[in-house]
C-alpha cells in the first residue's frame, strides 16, 4: 500500500529537516524563454531541458542547511492552471537534490 500524499510530505519533512510550505505558482518569477521557435529556444528549463513559456519559479524556504524551490512547469496551459509543480528540495552538502513531482491546483 502507497503512502498518502501528506504520510510521504512527512517523510519528506522528516529527512530534510524543513516543511515544504504551501504556495501559489502564479506568485512565482517569470522563467525567462527567449528565441522559442518550433518548441525549442535557446534557454530551456534546468530540471528537463524544455521550453515552457509562461512557467515560474520561486524560493519557498532556505535555511542554513535546507533550500526548497518550486518550478511551476506551464506545458501550454491557461492562466492559473500548470501541469507539474516539481518541489525540489537541495540540503547543504551532505545530501543530493530529491524531486518530488506533484499536481498543481489553483489556490
Known sequence: MSDTLPQYAAKC???????VPDFDCDAGTLVPTTHLA???????NR??????PGSRF???TRTADAYVVAHCRKKGLGARR???CPALRAAGSRSSP??????????
Not at 98 to 107: A, C, G, K, Q, T
Open 47 to 52: 530540471l528537463n531541458g524544455v521550453c515552457d
Open 58 to 60: 520561486q524560493v519557498l
Open 82 to 84: 500548470y501541469g507539474v
Open 13 to 19: 519533512d522528516a529527512a530534510i529537516g524543513v516543511t
Open 38 to 44: 518550433g518548441g525549442r529556444c535557446d534557454r530551456p
Open 98 to 107: 530529491v524531486r518530488s513531482e506533484r499536481p498543481s491546483r489553483p489556490r
